[in-house]
C-alpha cells in the first residue's frame, strides 16, 4: 500500500515500508524481491534508492500479488484441484463445490480490485479518522435548560 499511495513521487526504501506496514523488513525484502522478479515494482540503486511500481496502482490487481506471494488465492486450492476432486471423490462432491464456490467469489473480487481501489479505500478512511478527531475536539453542546443555568 506504501507504494500504492507513493506512486509518481518517489522512490521508498525498505525501512519506510516496513514502518509503514508494520512489516519486519527482512521479510519485507523477501515479498519485495519475489515483486521485483514479476515486475511488479523496480528498485533503484544510490542515495535517493528504493523501491517504486512499475505500473500504476489502477493496473496491479490484488489476484496478482496473492498469487505470487501465496499461491492459489483460496486456502482450498486451485480451481482445477477442486475440479478434479469433484469428479474423483463423489463422497466428497458437495464440499468440494462449496470449496470451489468460496474460491471462485474470492477470485472474483481480488481479480476485480486494484491497489488503487484499497489506497483509494485507506486514504478515505484516514480522512474520516481525522474527521471523527476534530469533531470530538468541537463545542460541546449543553444540555442545560436556558432558565436553569446559574446567574
Not at 522512490?11 to 506496514?21: F, G, L
Not at 475536539?137 to 436553569?148: F, Q, T
Amino acid at each position: 500500500m506504501t507504494l500504492g499511495r507513493r506512486y509518481g513521487t518517489e522512490t521508498v526504501r525498505i525501512r519506510d515500508i516496513a514502518m509503514d506496514s508494520d512489516l519486519p523488513e527482512k521479510f519485507l525484502e523477501l515479498i519485495l524481491l519475489e515483486l521485483k522478479n514479476a515486475r511488479i515494482v523496480e528498485s533503484v540503486r544510490g542515495a535517493k534508492g528504493g523501491y517504486r511500481l512499475r505500473r500504476a496502482p489502477a493496473e496491479i490487481k490484488l489476484s496478482e500479488i496473492i498469487r505470487l506471494v501465496d499461491g492459489p488465492l483460496a486456502p482450498f486450492g486451485d480451481a482445477d484441484q477442486l475440479r478434479s476432486l469433484i469428479v474423483t471423490d463423489p463422497d466428497h462432491r458437495a464440499l468440494y463445490g462449496v470449496f470451489l464456490e468460496v474460491r471462485d467469489a474470492a477470485a472474483k473480487i481480488l481479480e476485480s480490485t486494484s491497489v488503487a481501489d484499497i489506497v483509494g479505500e485507506a486514504s478515505k478512511s484516514r480522512k474520516k479518522s481525522k474527521a471523527r478527531q476534530k469533531a470530538k475536539k468541537g463545542p460541546v453542546l449543553s444540555i442545560v435548560p436556558e432558565g436553569a443555568r446559574s446567574k
